[in-house]
């Protein structure tokens, strides 16, 4: 199935075909320029920006795979979880689109656009993971972990794979998941006090390779819950880590993006610390979650999966176990269509297409998953 997929989820204004798992084209505008000067998303201005771009994104995309709308099977637009400002932008487009062309209209869950990531393939038919082959990997397990780890979201999902009626049908179990803030939230917090921008979690990693991880002792959130307890939680940390840095350095109750009090080496030291602390945090669910549910294969996806420290500690300690590990290649972990596209596939499977397209708004929840608002 040939599937035109759109993705206004957040602040990436995206659109991409895909043909069963192989990916045609992929087109992502980002539009950090539009929100920089605020130091994070606006909804409203965020809307606007999908709605001027979607219609020449969608042109280049179909350009790109020498494709007509008219070839097109079905038309899939992401439905949540996300801003609904931004996600409205999206689905009416797909709406008015899917209603011009007499198209199919797949509404796709955002986080199983993460997962889905895992099985692209390129035009060769050849993965976009280095030594992962789709669908071949279930000869031995058909269960997986994922760990997806974004500015919006923080969660260990178990996913399972299996034919029915010749068709793979995927199907999800959220076994954990953030309490308050996101992990890539938190890690935006702190880079704003720290001056360093928006967003902040590639400069804050630039920062951290020269720092001291040991410098400052900060508190691992959630590190004596019980064991069974998989969720996450940390909005604690950024109140711990800038209380650390005023004690540390005598700097008084002042917004820290205005004081001139701390060098650049400091700032190192603190950014590694607090990197460190963050990734103690995910590995340390993530390693109870392999124990709770015996699985040994894990997938790690989400905008924060491009961080090198995560993706090299996280593949050291499922290998240290005995498992597989799989990171989204870094141009498919932040958002984009590719990924919905190819969750598309196995939502058209569960038979999760549109009756009406009055039916289709922005939700929190897709019915048939068990993923969180």
Same mark, same amino acid.
């Given at each position: 199935?040939?599937?035109?997929?759109?993705?206004?989820?957040?602040?990436?204004?995206?659109?991409?075909?895909?043909?069963?798992?192989?990916?045609?084209?992929?087109?992502?505008?980002?539009?950090?320029?539009?929100?920089?000067?605020?130091?994070?998303?606006?909804?409203?201005?965020?809307?606007?920006?999908?709605?001027?771009?979607?219609?020449?994104?969608?042109?280049?995309?179909?350009?790109?795979?020498?494709?007509?709308?008219?070839?097109? %099977?079905?038309?899939?637009?992401?439905?949540?979880?996300?801003?609904?400002?931004?996600?409205?932008?999206?689905?009416?487009?797909?709406?008015?689109?899917?209603?011009?062309?007499?198209?199919?209209?797949?509404?796709?869950?955002?986080?199983?656009?993460?997962?889905?990531?895992?099985?692209?393939?390129?035009?060769?038919?050849?993965?976009?993971?280095? %030594?992962?082959?789709?669908?071949?990997?279930?000869?031995?397990?058909?269960?997986?972990?994922?760990?997806?780890?974004?500015?919006?979201?923080?969660?260990?999902?178990?996913?399972?794979?299996?034919?029915?009626?010749?068709?793979?049908?995927?199907?999800?179990?959220?076994?954990?998941?953030?309490?308050?803030?996101?992990?890539?939230?938190?890690?935006?917090?702190?880079?704003?006090?720290?001056?360093?921008?928006?967003?902040?979690?590639?400069?804050?990693?630039?920062?951290?390779?020269?720092?001291?991880?040991?410098?400052?002792?900060?508190?691992?959130?959630?590190?004596?819950?019980?064991?069974?307890?998989?969720?996450?939680?940390?909005?604690?940390?950024?109140?711990?880590?800038?209380?650390?840095?005023?004690?540390?350095?005598?700097?008084?109750?002042?917004?820290?993006?205005?004081?001139?009090?701390?060098?650049? #080496?400091?700032?190192?030291?603190?950014?590694?610390?607090?990197?460190?602390?963050?990734?103690?945090?995910?590995?340390?669910?993530?390693?109870?979650?392999?124990?709770?549910?015996?699985?040994?294969?894990?997938?790690?996806?989400?905008?924060?999966?491009?961080?090198?420290?995560?993706?090299?500690?996280?593949?050291?300690?499922?290998?240290?176990?005995?498992?597989?590990?799989?990171?989204?290649?870094?141009?498919?972990?932040?958002? %984009?269509?590719?990924?919905?596209?190819?969750?598309? #596939?196995?939502?058209?499977?569960?038979?999760?297409?549109?009756?009406?397209?009055?039916?289709?708004?922005?939700?929190?929840? #897709?019915?048939?998953?068990?993923?969180?608002?």
């Amino acid at each position: 199935m040939i599937v035109l997929a759109i993705e206004t989820s957040c602040d990436e204004t995206s659109a991409a075909v895909v043909e069963g798992n192989k990916l045609l084209s992929n087109v992502v505008w980002s539009q950090i320029k539009d929100h920089f000067r605020w130091g994070g998303v606006v909804p409203s201005i965020a809307r606007r920006a999908h709605e001027d771009r979607l219609p020449e994104i969608v042109s280049r995309v179909l350009n790109d795979s020498r494709l007509t709308i008219g070839e097109i %099977n079905a038309i899939a637009v992401t439905v949540g979880p996300g801003l609904a400002p931004a996600l409205e932008a999206g689905i009416e487009f797909a709406k008015k689109l899917a209603l011009e062309q007499k198209k199919p209209l797949i509404p796709v869950n955002h986080l199983e656009g993460h997962i889905a990531s895992l099985f692209l393939q390129r035009k060769s038919c050849q993965p976009f993971i280095n %030594n992962f082959e789709p669908f071949n990997l279930f000869n031995l397990s058909d269960h997986f972990l994922s760990l997806i780890v974004s500015g919006g979201h923080t969660e260990l999902v178990s996913s399972n794979l299996k034919s029915q009626n010749s068709k793979l049908i995927m199907q999800h179990f959220l076994i954990g998941h953030t309490l308050d803030d996101a992990a890539g939230e938190c890690i935006d917090k702190i880079g704003r006090e720290l001056g360093l921008g928006y967003p902040a979690g590639p400069v804050l990693e630039r920062f951290a390779k020269d720092g001291d991880p040991e410098k400052y002792k900060l508190p691992v959130p959630m590190e004596r819950s019980p064991r069974e307890n998989l969720n996450f939680s940390f909005s604690g940390l950024k109140t711990a880590a800038i209380q650390t840095l005023y004690k540390s350095h005598s700097i008084s109750k002042v917004s820290l993006r205005q004081t001139k009090e701390l060098s650049k #080496q400091e700032i190192c030291n603190f950014c590694a610390s607090f990197q460190k602390t963050v990734i103690d945090a995910l590995l340390l669910k993530l390693k109870r979650a392999m124990t709770a549910t015996g699985l040994k294969t894990v997938f790690l996806t989400g905008g924060v999966s491009a961080n090198n420290q995560l993706r090299r500690r996280a593949g050291a300690l499922v290998r240290s176990s005995g498992g597989r590990f799989y990171a989204a290649p870094k141009k498919f972990s932040g958002d %984009n269509a590719a990924m919905i596209g190819m969750a598309a #596939q196995f939502s058209f499977n569960r038979g999760e297409v549109a009756r009406s397209l009055n039916e289709i708004a922005a939700i929190d929840r #897709q019915p048939g998953l068990n993923f969180p608002s």
